[in-house]
């Protein structure tokens, strides 16, 4: 077997070697596109450190970009685009139009809708996975987790994703889903900050109709209640006495319109694997 049959990115098949490197074309392709627009990355999960494989070379292109720098491709060796690639915008520019309209926007192509829900399937993992480091959550036995999460993880997601410290409106809107961006823009509007958030969090989590026996539903009830103090009391201390309320009609918004929203059947045959893997 040559030395050039793995990708030294992503370890799928090398075609050969590109900009000084065995990779496969995906690889390449996206490494020349990266530095020909001189893109600039941020990791999704603010670790820097996402997995980058055939299966997940997509989700994270800060890492996947990041990668191909640590094993010696060459942005030197990029050479200056030779000429217009893209054609699917030639009817638009030639198409005959009426004076004042407007050119239609193209539809999110099956393509880029998978690479989205790619990266914002590596989002989930990470709301996930802070959901299982929640303070009260933690305590819990993994059973009554799993059992919790099977049910909240929507809310979890966009509770989070709705104020993730990186913008992904173009991931939300890339998904061409309209349920999915009014939800995000609504959790949006509470505005709440980490402790506030963290509280919230806390209330998605600990749902004592949720417990899968008495004692359970103890433990949660304890952990809800102990997490509406802190957040009354915090509020009061920001002065805004109204606040409060706010932030409990928005989260009751977000649980009443989880099933309302196509983000159940984006992630409802992988929310069970992610499950397993944390």
Known sequence: MSNLSACAVCGDQSSGKHYGVACCDGCSCFFKRSVRRGSSYACIALA??????????????????????????????????????????????????????????????????????????????TCLRQAKANEQFALLDRCQQDAILQVVWSEIFVLRASH?????????????????????????????DVLELNFLESLILCRKDLAISTEYAVILGSHSNAALVSLARYTMQQSNYLRFGQLLLGLRQLCLKRFDCALSCMFQTVVGDILKSL
Request: aromatic share 6%; net charge positive; glycine share 6%.
């Open 48 to 125: 820097g450190n996402c997995v980058v494989d055939k299966a997940r070379r997509n989700w994270c292109p800060s890492c996947r970009f990041q990668r191909c720098l640590a094993v010696g491709m060459n942005a030197a060796a990029v050479q200056e685009e030779r000429g217009p690639r893209n054609q699917q915008v030639t009817p638009y520019r030639n198409a005959p139009r009426h004076p004042g309209q407007s050119v239609p926007a193209p539809c999110p192509t099956a393509r880029s809708q998978a690479l989205h829900f790619q990266i914002l399937a590596q989002i989930l993992v």
């Open 164 to 192: 993730w410290s990186l913008d992904i409106s173009a991931m939300i809107e890339g998904c061409g889903d309209d349920q999915l961006k009014l939800l995000i823009f609504e959790a949006h509007q509470l505005k709440a």
